[in-house]
């Protein structure tokens, strides 16, 4: 199977068209080369992906037909990403949730039910 539809079909990426241009931007290695998106992969291959900023590191356990669900990935493939890097993409994490001031953007549930029933309270 192609690299690109392997990482799609495992779902480290939405679409194969962002898993191709990571390949055109050599953001992808397998066993520590720089892969085109035509390259093959095979059982046992280990395969590196840098995507936000954290470098992703995963071994080949099997090849699926096509696109599989959240559960059957872990049959499939075996995450050894290294801790500092799960470190760094759970600080990336918190990172965009400081971001957001409070009170920017939509209105939760809660403050829109508490909006409406402070403007009834006026009529």
């Excluded at 992703?56 to 696109?67: F, N, T």
Aim: with cysteine.
């Amino acid at each position: 199977m192609r690299i690109d539809k392997y990482l799609w079909c495992v779902r480290k990426y939405k679409t194969r068209s962002l898993a191709t241009d990571a390949l055109k931007k050599s953001r992808v290695l397998i066993n520590d080369e720089p892969a085109k998106a035509s390259r093959e992969v095979k059982v046992g291959d280990r395969i590196g992906f840098r995507k936000d900023g954290v470098l992703y590191q995963i071994e080949v356990l099997d090849i699926p037909k096509s696109r599989v669900g959240a559960k059957l990935v872990p049959d499939l493939i075996r995450d050894i990403t290294t801790a500092e890097e799960l470190e760094k993409q759970q600080f990336i994490n918190m990172m965009h949730k400081l971001s957001r001031p409070r009170g920017t953007g939509r209105p939760t549930k809660k403050e829109r039910r508490d909006l409406n029933d402070f403007m009834d309270l006026d009529e």
